[in-house]
């Protein structure tokens, strides 16, 4: 994280613990924090180390009196250089030591459940039930400051272009977003419910209708999905929508926000972000948030192996992966079965033994012409030595399942410090159709067509550009965002394609619809999540070390005991009944 100021000392203390240097020689200051170490040298010489979370000092006692470890205290000393030889260069303050004239006990504190220190390891969810022991830690402050910084860097970034920052409702009605919904129960209205807001997404819509132009939001968002590393059931995302504008504009509006944010977090100025199109993102990359920190690009082989003669290659699409080893039998196994995980009807492989003549050992080598393997060869630039993957399937199944294994082959190459920002563009606005023949939506369906693909909207709708944009940073989604339909009769023709009819879409986005009879301003926007970003420019593996109380993966909140039962009559005025209690009895 990059350099921060100190704030003011006040109230009991005269200095934070990070300001105290050689500077304050001979100087008498009173500093407060938490016993983190006691040593005891001999009969009264006492060595104990204070921490706050600016920094760490060593306070010199004569004897330990009633001090205990991780007790709260405040102690009044004089600052002095400590003896030759003994200096700390771990620490910031390691040059100097407090000698201590008067200390006092705050807070005792019992024995402590758990390890504070940084290297121990302790199971996550212990770490969870005492929450408010683990946020001590050095790493805990770290990320919680730097996610304070992340939110005053996003909003000072918004304002200066002009955004307002709006509160929208918490108690919101349900919305098509895709994931589900936690609902509340009204008591004033039995058998009615409000939902938590999975996004502030049709509420920032209607702000732009009622002419707030530029609208932002650090926002609170719920959703009942299931949980992994960079998923909770509440999350923080900023959000923003603005009128008039085109999907340039908003990026660059998001641009500036991430750069300030990078600037705030890691001290690095000028981050690129550049842009390419999700076409180009699967075809080399084999993924629509590609990690670009390694090389490993998939190679479209399909005119080379056209008339190879394997039936096996014989698909829409053929991509190749090099990988510069001789992989084993076994890991070949391995990395078919995780292509067809992927979806893929399996993988081949082509191991070059020799150039001049070709040599190729696989399985499909007798099947193939001569002609259609010296084209792999070159078509991929393969050497002796390499293996070639290849995977033939329709397009997005073959880059999907090829992508998958050059993760699994080449992550560990990334450099971990690397920032790698870049939009992604142009994604299909559709993704397939449904049971019933219907197309279904890639975005949401109030996504802009691309403009140079309205005409291939009723003819050939697969083929249909959206004006939707994804920021991705190391391999990870960030956010997404869109320029939306804002004319009545394109988000008819919309509707249409995905099967709504008038009464259905007026069920569904009623309230919505009616506002865009009264003079909608074309408008876009985006979101993207700040628990994710800010775990990304930490190292963090899991959003849960950026969250001051996160749920574990089963959803349940170990320090909290949540959720938990309520009693009947709680329910009962909720117009709720306690099924699930006898359920859990095994009873109906």
Not at 69 to 87: D, F, M, S
Not at 468 to 480: A, F
Not at 563 to 582: I, N, Q, S, T, Y
Request: proline share 5%; aromatic share 6%; charged share 25%.
């Amino acid at each position: 994280m990059s350099e921060r100021t100190l704030p003011p000392a006040a109230g009991l203390r005269t200095h934070y613990i990070g300001a105290l240097d050689e500077s304050l020689l001979d100087r008498d200051v009173s500093v407060c924090g938490w016993v983190a170490r006691i040593r005891e040298h001999g009969e009264h010489l006492v060595f104990v180390d204070v921490r706050d979370h600016t920094g760490t000092v060593q306070c010199v006692m004569d004897g330990r009196g009633s001090l205990h470890t991780e007790a709260a205290v405040r102690i009044e000393g004089q600052v002095a250089r400590r003896p030759e030889g003994t200096e700390n260069t771990d620490l910031a303050t390691g040059a100097i030591e407090l000698r201590v004239q008067h200390a006092e006990v705050l807070g005792d504190a019992d024995p402590l459940p758990l390890p504070l220190d940084e290297h121990a390891e302790v199971e996550e969810t212990t770490r969870l039930r005492w929450r408010y022991l683990d946020l001590r830690r050095a790493r805990m402050q770290r990320n919680l400051r730097a996610r304070a910084a992340t939110n005053a860097a996003i909003r000072r970034a918004m304002e200066a272009q002009g955004f307002v920052e709006v509160e929208t409702p918490l108690l919101w009605t349900p919305t098509p977003e895709g994931a589900r919904e936690f609902l509340v129960p009204s008591r004033t209205q039995p058998g009615s419910v409000y939902s938590l807001p999975q996004s502030p997404q049709i509420a920032k819509q209607l702000l732009m209708i009622g002419g707030v132009d530029r609208y932002y939001q650090i926002a609170r968002c719920l959703r009942d999905e299931d949980l992994r590393a960079d998923r909770q059931f509440e999350f923080t995302q900023l959000d923003l929508e603005a009128s008039f504008v085109t999907q340039e504009d908003v990026r660059s509006f998001v641009s500036a926000a991430i750069r300030e944010v990078i600037r705030s977090v890691r001290g690095v100025d000028d981050v690129p972000i550049g842009t390419i199109t999700w076409h180009e993102a699967m075809t080399r990359w084999g993924s629509d948030k590609p990690d670009r920190r390694f090389g490993m690009e998939l190679v479209d082989v399909t005119e080379a192996v056209r008339d190879s003669g394997a039936r096996a290659l014989a698909a829409d699409y053929v991509t190749a992966l090099v990988v510069a080893e001789p992989l084993s039998r076994s890991r070949l196994d391995e990395l078919t079965q995780r292509a067809r995980s992927a979806g893929a009807k399996g993988l081949a492989w082509f191991r070059v033994e020799s150039r001049t003549p070709l040599e190729i050992a696989s399985p499909l080598a007798k099947a193939m012409t001569p002609a259609a393997l010296e084209a792999l060869v070159e078509r991929t630039g393969a050497e002796v030595g390499d293996t070639i993957l290849v995977v033939a399937d329709r397009f997005e199944v073959a880059c999907t399942a090829l992508g998958t294994i050059r993760l699994a082959l080449g992550r560990h190459l990334a450099d971990p410090d690397a920032l790698d920002v870049f939009w992604v563009i142009d994604f299909p606005l559709f993704e397939g159709v449904d049971d019933e023949g219907h197309l279904v939506s890639a975005h949401h369906p109030f996504t802009m067509p691309h403009a140079d693909d309205m005409d291939l909207l009723e003819r050939e709708p697969l083929r249909v550009r959206s004006q939707s944009y994804d920021l991705v940073m190391n391999g990870w989604e960030l956010g997404s965002g869109s320029i939306r339909i804002h004319r009545p009769d394109l988000q008819a023709q919309i509707f249409g394609l995905l099967g709504l009819d008038e009464q259905a879409a007026a069920d569904r986005f009623g309230f919505l619809l009616d506002a865009f009879r009264f003079g909608p301003p074309p408008h876009g926007g985006f979101a993207f999540g700040i628990d994710r970003l800010v775990a990304l420019l930490l190292g963090e593996e899991t959003i849960r070390e950026v969250i001051a109380f996160p749920k574990t993966q089963s959803g349940q909140d170990p320090m909290t005991g949540a959720p938990k039962p309520v009693d009947d009559g709680v329910l009962a005025a909720l117009g709720l009944e306690a099924r699930r209690r006898e359920l859990r009895s095994g009873t109906r």
